[in-house]
């Protein structure tokens, strides 16, 4: 597929510009003090002397001619900015990826074995995703006891970006509902027509909650077509976690054994195609989202570069042209300096 579009008009040296305030300044402060200057009153002795200073017609182009000398000079800095216009063009060879982004919301999502926890380490990788995908339509989904949609599938990565910053925990009932966000997800994807369809589903526990159980959720994803990379995210042995809440609402945090059905996640990514990954820290979550991201590439070729054209020769040529017509009415019909 080939597009082209024709973005805004840019200047090569913006800072020429500035003169161009400048100059105004100038030309009125000029002006100001021109015009107060005080003429002497003249003895005409007859009609002659009076012919002698002109007629109208070359008294007011006298007085047009500055204006004349400023617009040229307008034109010429405008020319020396260079100012441009610049076509984007791109070709894609496929209709690119939908992704899905499923995100664990559930509670303990909040412990600290990654930095700060689990789940803003989840949303930080997940950021840097999105921006590695300019090409793709990215969506969001949480779940913890039950699932919803944070974000409809979307090319507008601003409000995908928006909404992720929003997810926190205790927005769903707490539980972990593996099934409802794999479910949830695959619905925002059944009716894309793009040619890959992609969901990333990230979770550090084991299915105990929703009415849908998780390989069902995955025989469905593999009938329409979606791949599920799934990330187990938790560290080997132990983990500062929260095991309960004081009064006054405080979570207290304890260290508690890391269970995550890694067994599960793993039959759902060899079924529908994908993989399964084990993030047991902030640098591993990276490069598991680096891998995707490789792995998913190669489904997808852009080639994108921008052509600029140069538009200052029509500013030079009526900046030259207003020069050379000053330049006539000066020494051909007013025949005098200003």
């Known amino acids: ?155 507008d990565h601003a409000i995908v970006k928006n909404q992720l910053k929003a997810i926190k925990n205790g927005i769903l009932e707490d539980g972990t509902a593996i099934g409802m966000g794999l479910a949830t997800s695959v619905q925002r994807l059944k009716e894309s027509q793009a040619k890959s369809k992609v969901v990333i589903l990230m979770t550090d526990g084991v299915n105990n909650r929703g009415l849908i159980d998780p390989m069902t959720a995955s025989d469905i994803a593999m009938q329409y077509g979606v791949r599920v990379y799934t990330i187990g995210i938790g560290t080997n042995g132990k983990a500062m976690t929260p095991v309960a809440m004081t009064p006054d609402g405080k979570l207290m945090f304890d260290y508690t054994d890391v269970q995550i059905d890694e067994d599960l996640l793993k039959q759902i990514a060899k079924k529908t195609g994908g993989q399964y990954f084990r993030a047991t820290g902030n640098k591993s979550l990276k490069e598991i989202y680096d891998q995707i991201d490789k792995l998913e590439k190669t489904k997808i070729e852009v080639s994108a570069y921008q052509r600029k054209t140069e538009k200052f020769q029509a500013f030079a040529l009526f900046g030259g042209l207003l020069l050379l017509i000053e330049i006539l009415c000066r020494y051909l019909f007013v025949k005098s300096l200003p």
């Open 1 to 155: 597929m080939m597009f082209k579009h024709l973005t805004e008009v840019t200047f090569a040296a913006k800072w020429v510009l500035w003169f161009i305030p400048a100059l105004l300044v100038l030309a009125g402060l000029w002006w100001y003090f021109r015009s107060r200057k005080q003429l002497p009153a003249l003895k005409i002795s007859s009609a002659d002397s009076l012919l002698a200073f002109g007629t109208p017609f070359k008294s007011q182009l006298k007085k047009l001619l500055p204006v004349f000398r400023v617009l040229t000079l307008i034109l010429l800095l405008v020319a020396i900015a260079r100012p441009q216009t610049s076509y984007d063009e791109e070709k894609v060879t496929t209709e690119g990826i939908d992704i899905v982004i499923a995100v664990d919301v559930s509670t303990s999502m909040l412990a600290k074995d990654f930095d700060p926890n689990r789940l803003e380490a989840a949303k930080n990788q997940a950021m840097s995703f999105i921006d590695s995908r300019p090409h793709d339509r990215i969506g969001l989904v949480v779940f913890a006891g039950e699932s919803f949609t944070q974000c409809p599938v979307t090319i």
